[in-house]
């Protein structure tokens, strides 16, 4: 298939990973601890598990798995606003199927939908614009989830609300940012990151001035990157390139779908529809600054936090949890006191466990369940 | 300089923090005073839930503190982190009553020693720093208490496995389902706090012993010195 089988070639993939090993050697005697290098986004997590890349890594380079996963983050109270919305007469909530199961603290949407709420998985924020239209004598709300890569979609379409005025069309708006959250990481006291790949669906919106800050200001290396293996290799190579050159500078290796300055007309959407949130909470890191975006005034007739009553439940993640560590790259999901106990793909407690996108999901599906194993 | 499409102004609404703009203070303000009224109704549910499910098992763990003390026994408390500072703040009770008339009652924060604790660590594993301090001082029919939010702390588990061996009464404090402080019967008295917030179940930690500590004096209060003839005849005042 065009633009997939040239990113799994397995020759490329063995060049590049002699590369890396190379690199690797001659970095070796200057590292007092091996190399880490976060890949934020879950895309790249689960490339990373399907085509066994961490394997094929040398010993002094780690990934490090990053919060980038939408479903896996989103902290508990808001799944329980989604289950009031839904329970709600006469309302038809619609959602992303990941979205289906993630834990509220007393049930997921699967569980209310199989307590008898009209809940139903759509495709596309378009699709639920669609059953509203479909369903004048109900309120449809969609539930728009996920990072600057998903935001433009839920904004085109309470635009195209507007213009045809579909009154009975809500969006509940849990859209959030990942580049606050590369800050907050970055932040962290017990920080030890030496370079990053870059969500490249993410960059495909915003472009690459964003990231400029990770490369000027905290002199990390950054890579823009795909989600074919090949991708992901290369991304490492050349993160790896500037690490030896001692260079920090941000990279696009994802160029045939990221460009410099992003997509402006999916830009201009969001900024039309959306405003900055001044914090949102973030399950497993708490809250960040000016991650989150909610609906702008003007579209309040299109906001189901303005339409309905959300119960906005503060839920605290639970304690035994210990996803922040992972995601910081303290601890992999295997030091986790629960990690394929108490919390696993069936019962997830973690938010990285939830989706299969989450570090914890991957290690646990792909068989990482002790250090051993790895 | 920006060209025209380079899509700054848009950038600059989506990261306000990358081009120096502040937060707008009226919506922080507003989001700031939320976030109060949350958390502190938070608080004030999680205690009257805690109290009113759990106030036999405080007099009993209050009886079980008092029957250390009428035998000149004496309390040993434990924690990690926070916890740490819950159980220094339950020794400084018992020994600085600040109620009139209250005898100052002995009780050892196991976590105060830094040259102790570095030494275990160090050496031994950080699991076995409070094991070495009991099998030191603790005498059977002394008393120990450990807090740990979630239950799990490995080496409270380890005290209370070796102040079971040594016949000392355990009490615990614990938060989400109890952890193995519930479930392992090593634990006498355990009392859990039914949430998943590190914060709301310290809370209502102190609140807790804070309770205990007024409930133990009262059972005391009976033996206490004895009062001398004349007095019990009554004075003229």
Known sequence: MKFVDEFRDTEKAKSLTKAIHQIALNLAPNLTKPLQIMEFCGGHTHTIFRYGIEQMLPDNIEMVHGPGCPVCVLPMGRVDDCVALAEQPDVIFTTF????????????????KADGADIRMTYSPMDALNIARNNPDKEVIFFGLGFETTMPSSAFTVLQAERENISNFSLFCNHITTVPTIKAVLDSPDMQLDGFLAPGHVAMVTGERPFD????????????????????????????????QGRSVVENQYTRIVQPNGNTPALEAISQVFEIREFFEWRGLGSIDHSGVRMKASYAAYDAEKKFAVPNLKIADPKSCQCGEVVKGVIKPWDCKIFGTKCNPENPMGALMVSSEGACAAYYNNGYHEKETA | MMSENDNSQ????????????????????????ESVKQKSIASIDTKRVFFADNAQALVNAARAIATVYKNTGRMYAMGNGGSSCDAAHFCVEFQHPVTAGRPALAAMNLLADAAMNSAVSNDVGFQHIFVRQLNAHAQQGDGLVGFSTSGCSDNLMAAYATAKE????????????????????LVDHCLVVDSDSIHRIQETHVACYHIIWDLVHTLLADSRGPVSKENQTGSTL
């Open chain 2, 166 to 185: 040594m016949d000392l009464v355990t009490l615990g404090f614990a938060g989400g389902d109890g952890g193995e402080m519930k479930s392992s019967g």
């Open chain 1, 97 to 112: 199927g990941d979205a289906m199961r993630v834990p509220g603290s007393k049930k997921s949407l699967l569980q209310a």
């Open chain 2, 10 to 33: 848009y950038l600059q609404d989506l990261y306000p923090f990358l081009h120096n703009k502040s937060k707008d203070p009226e919506q922080d303000e507003i989001g700031l005073l």
């Open chain 1, 213 to 244: 800050f990770i490369a000027l200001d905290y002199h990390k290396p950054i890579v823009i990157t795909g989600f074919e293996p090949l991708d992901i290799l290369h991304s490492l190579w050349m993160v790896l390139q500037q690490i030896e």
